[in-house]
């Protein structure tokens, strides 16, 4: 199976191969990924949460929503998960280097070979340009800056985005190339990119030098998962001879993903609920029409919600460790406990207006989210579409397996 990734270097990671690596991918990724592929449908992919896993030389995990720290152990705080429903396909874009394709602020430039060396003039200063972006794609602007040592300025190479301070990364070291790399999610049809000679804290003295070169940009397709404000990021658990899962523990701690479900939708999710009456996967909304509920209720039964359609449970079901199976389309609407089915319907959802962004670990109740369950997600499998019965009863397998239900 081929994988549109482009022969390149993105970060610190190995190089990116036409063909997906079956010691990265496993049978398992690839039988989940061609479902997604088979009913051409966006959705959620999000599984296996060891943090030694990578796919497609990515690491799946990061402590910070701009994808800049990886999670490493037990404790960590998650600000962003990679979906890999899409196979994190790359699309790099390499950047000119030519001065011409740059606007200058507060320094000259020159071109020595395919480098772009930028001089400051003493205060304040970038060399600026203006790159396409599609909104709510995931970026990652990348270079390498090179500082000499006889700067006035200590460590004074620096890329940025936006308003140059919130998203932005300096050099730490002189007379040595250092790879700088920003992730962002893009807001709208452009974005704005900076190379600067200034330090993370101060601008170039006049006359001090940075020497940029290998400019890209590097899409990441996916729904991919964040949480911009640290308080409110749940937590990486587990390992050793447990599963390693993503821990909502604290008050109102969820993720966002960007990605509505369709009017058709499917699901598995392996999850442990241990509070009744909160949401493991939902939309912020209190409107019918454009509801999407996979939660426990009051009672700590399982409940899932589409549109009109409400399937229920009867047993108490908190803190097991279990995968819970959704199926909704225009004819028929399936609820599954492990390979248990059980609720059924026949009504339509109706006209699902599917605009509202599904986070994960919200209550619906009001329009802001609140009120977020105390729970561990072992892994997540969602696609916006009904699905033939085989692909869910593989998905659903692939997921036991996993936590051992």
Same mark, same amino acid.
Not at 124 to 138: C, E, G, I, L, M
Not at 199 to 227: C, K, L, P, R, W
Not at 254 to 261: F, Q, S, V
């Given at each position: 199976? $081929? ?93 000119? @280097? ?152 604290? $008050? ?33 909304? $209190? ?77 619906? @109740? ?40």
């Amino acid at each position: 199976m $081929t994988s549109p990734f482009v022969e390149s270097y993105f970060g610190d990671y190995s190089p990116f191969k036409e063909e997906i690596s079956p010691s990265i991918q496993t049978e398992e990724d690839i039988s989940l990924l061609e479902i997604f592929t088979r009913y051409n449908a966006g959705g959620l992919l999000y599984r296996d949460f060891d943090p030694n896993r990578v796919v497609s030389n990515l690491p799946l995990l990061y402590q910070d929503a701009q994808g800049n720290i990886p999670a490493t152990q037990s404790g960590d705080r998650i600000g962003l998960v990679l979906d890999s429903s899409q196979g994190l396909a790359q699309a790099i874009t390499t950047l000119s @280097t030519t001065v011409a394709d740059w606007t200058l602020t507060g320094a000259s430039a020159v071109n020595t070979g395919d480098r772009l060396d930028l001089t400051s003039s003493g205060g304040s200063n970038s060399a600026r340009r203006s790159f396409s972006t599609f909104a709510n794609v995931w970026y990652k602007f990348t270079a390498t800056v090179r500082v000499p040592a006889s700067n006035s300025v200590a460590n004074c190479g620096k890329i940025s985005l936006g308003d140059q301070d919130t998203n932005s990364v300096a050099v730490t070291a002189e007379d040595q190339d250092q790879t700088l790399s920003v992730w962002f999610r893009a807001t709208g049809a452009s974005t704005e990119v900076y190379l600067q000679c200034e330090s993370s804290s101060q601008n170039g003295a006049n006359g001090d030098v940075t020497y940029f070169s290998n400019i890209s940009m590097t899409s990441v397709e996916g729904n991919h998962a964040f949480q911009e404000t640290d308080s409110l990021r749940p937590t990486l658990a587990g390992g050793g001879t447990d599963p390693w899962y993503i821990s909502f523990n604290g $008050t109102d701690q969820y993720l966002n993903t960007g990605a509505p479900p369709g009017n058709s939708f499917t699901a598995c999710c392996g999850v442990r609920a241990s509070t009744a009456d909160g949401t493991i996967l939902g939309a912020a909304t $209190t409107s019918t029409t454009e509801r999407v509920n996979i939660e426990l209720n009051s009672s700590s039964q399982l409940q899932f919600r589409l549109g009109s359609v409400v399937l229920s449970g009867s047993t108490n079901i908190a803190s097991q460790d279990l995968v819970a199976s959704f199926y909704a389309s225009t004819g028929l609407s399936e609820l599954f406990l492990n390979e248990e089915r059980l609720a059924f319907s026949e009504a339509s959802p109706g006209t699902f207006a599917n605009s509202v962004p599904v986070t994960i670990g919200a209550k619906n @109740t009001t329009t802001v989210p609140a009120n977020y369950q105390s729970m561990r997600l072992y892994s997540l499998f969602a696609i916006g579409t009904s699905v033939e019965f085989f692909d869910l009863l593989r998905a659903r397998e692939v997921l036991m397996a996993e936590i051992g239900v």
